[in-house]
């Protein structure tokens, strides 16, 4: 079974900083792409970023440049770096991976951005 786990999310200022990690919990093949995504409260699930296994990135309107995308393979972790934070960024921020026969997520990790 694998298991996605998500840290680094906590309470920041406005125009903070966060590095959000998601760990997995073994090697997976046959990967198609990695993501991040969040839900605001009262909102659907939206993207983030993801990253696909050639190294192509895709970003969320509302966050291109301001956060990154990166994945550490020696490691198995995901990461997720946050830069100039706004309220609007508020929100719990899922790990996801996705392959061929599979579609893993993590539990989630909260965000809150105060002004």
């Known amino acids: 079974q694998v298991q996605l786990v998500e840290s680094g999310g906590g309470l920041v200022q406005v125009g903070g900083s966060l590095r959000l990690s998601c760990a997995i919990s073994k090697t997976i093949t046959n990967i198609n792409h990695l993501g991040w995504y969040r839900r605001a409260p009262g909102e659907q699930r939206k993207l983030v970023a993801s990253?696909?296994?050639?190294?192509?990135?895709n970003y969320g309107d509302s966050v291109k440049g301001r956060v990154t995308i990166s994945r550490d393979n020696t490691k198995s972790t995901l990461y997720l770096e946050m830069n100039n934070l706004k309220p609007e960024d508020t929100a719990v921020y899922y790990c996801?991976?996705?392959?061929?026969?599979?579609?893993?997520w993590g539990q989630g990790t909260q965000v809150t951005v105060s002004s």
């Open positions: 990253v696909g296994v050639g190294g192509n990135t």
């Open positions: 996801r991976v996705v392959g061929t026969t599979f579609d893993y």
